[in-house]
């Protein structure tokens, strides 16, 4: 297979600090579409995948899975995009394509194993997959996604892969009209999921550590703020809402959270800490309530994610860095400074 190679920053072991490094992409095959790319959001996934907190991280590993950029070369059965569209990629560049899953559009749950941006098993080169965190992309035109004409390209960037993480739960459970739903943790994904809900209808709350966060949380749709750090604040809201989005990157008391949900109310997790929650019987029994997990969304759900933003008028509320500041973006999220989505604008990448 032909390759060419491109520039990208990527680390080559857990405590290493994230450097300039070549990889190589595929030349475009019959059905790809090479991307020049023009900015990628900054997830806390990328992080856990570069210090090996989850486990399984191969190395060298170069994250980015919230890619937007323009088309620079197609393969010649490519019919859903030409050269110089705006496009964007997610976490997601292959899958089985038979599987039930994969036939529902649930390419997320692919029984036989999805492939992810980065860190997944790249069918064609045979070692794992690099993200957007480098100067181009090849990806199967299947699972690249149209950018609404109307967003602001760099905003767009997390919707990819924040937007979609909490677009789709918020819609499998449901959330609208006369519908309560709590959002806790206002990072990159809970600061999404809040925009989102408001447009679904729902009446918004946000749950934050932060105080410092509070008035954002107004500006950002919310219709209450609890924080979640004042016990009187929570008892005062137990038993109140109808369904909580979980996005906080680590540790904490999930029976706390679980405590505000009224009977029947679910809590999912998106959020991924790297050790277990512990959760109390009883934090469930009394109220027969759910606690599940989410994980993104399938590419049919992520384009119509995008078209729902573009309608409402959605992006991320972000801040640029250049490619070098990667090492000081990540210390900045473990301490939740960020408001609210680091982007990369890659041409930084590019001068070097
Ligand atoms: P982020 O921007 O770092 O935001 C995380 C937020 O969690 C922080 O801003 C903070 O919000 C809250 N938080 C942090 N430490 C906390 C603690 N000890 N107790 C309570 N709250 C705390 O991260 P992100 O990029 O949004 O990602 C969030 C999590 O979702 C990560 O674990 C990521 O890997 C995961 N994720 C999952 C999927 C999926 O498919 N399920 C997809 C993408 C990401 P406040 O200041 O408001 O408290
Ligand atoms: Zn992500
Ligand atoms: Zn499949």
């Not at 996934?45 to 620079?72: C, F, M, Q």
């Not at 009209?177 to 600061?191: E, Y």
Request: glycine share 10%; charged share 20%.
């Amino acid at each position: 297979m032909n390759t060419f190679s491109v520039k990208a920053f990527g680390t080559e072991a857990p405590e290493a600090a994230l450097n300039q490094m070549q990889i190589d992409r595929r030349e475009v095959t019959a059905n790809d579409v090479e991307i020049d790319i023009l900015y990628c959001g900054v997830c806390h996934s990328d992080l856990h995948t570069a210090r090996n907190e989850w486990g399984g991280t191969i190395y060298p590993n170069v994250p980015g899975h919230e890619i937007v950029g323009k088309v620079s070369k197609i393969g010649t059965e490519v019919t859903k995009y030409k050269i110089g569209d705006l496009v964007g990629v997610g976490c997601l560049v292959d899958s089985c394509r038979t599987c039930d899953s994969c036939r529902e559009g649930l390419e997320q749950y692919c029984e036989n194993g999805n492939v992810q941006t980065y860190n997944g098993q790249d069918k064609h080169l045979h070692h794992q997959t690099f993200g957007g965190y480098s100067e181009r992309i090849v990806v199967d035109q299947d699972f690249v996604l149209k950018i609404p004409s109307n967003l602001n390209l760099a905003g767009t960037a997390p919707l990819l892969c924040a937007g979609i993480t909490t677009y789709s739960p918020l819609k499998h459970w449901k959330v609208g009209p006369g519908k309560k739903v709590g959002i806790v943790g206002i990072g990159g994904l809970g600061h999404m999921g809040v925009k989102i809900a408001k447009a679904m209808g729902a009446h918004t709350v946000v749950i934050t550590t932060s105080a410092s966060k509070i008035a954002d949380a107004k500006r950002l749709g919310a219709d209450e703020v609890i924080l979640s750090t004042d016990r009187e604040q929570m008892q005062k809201n137990a038993g109140t809402l109808h369904f909580i989005l979980d996005c906080v990157s680590a540790q904490h008391d999930i029976n706390a959270y679980l405590s505000l949900l009224r009977r029947d109310g679910s809590l999912t997790l998106v959020g991924a800490p790297e050790h277990p929650l512990p959760v109390a019987a009883f934090s469930l029994i009394p109220g027969r309530k759910s606690f599940s997990g989410s994980m993104i969304g399938g590419i049919k759900e992520t384009q119509e994610m995008l078209d729902f933003c573009g309608q409402h008028d959605i992006t991320s509320d972000i801040e640029m860095i250049r490619m070098e500041q990667i090492n000081g973006a990540y210390e900045r999220l473990l301490k939740g400074d960020v408001k609210y989505r680091f982007v990369i604008d890659m041409a930084s990448l590019k001068e070097n």
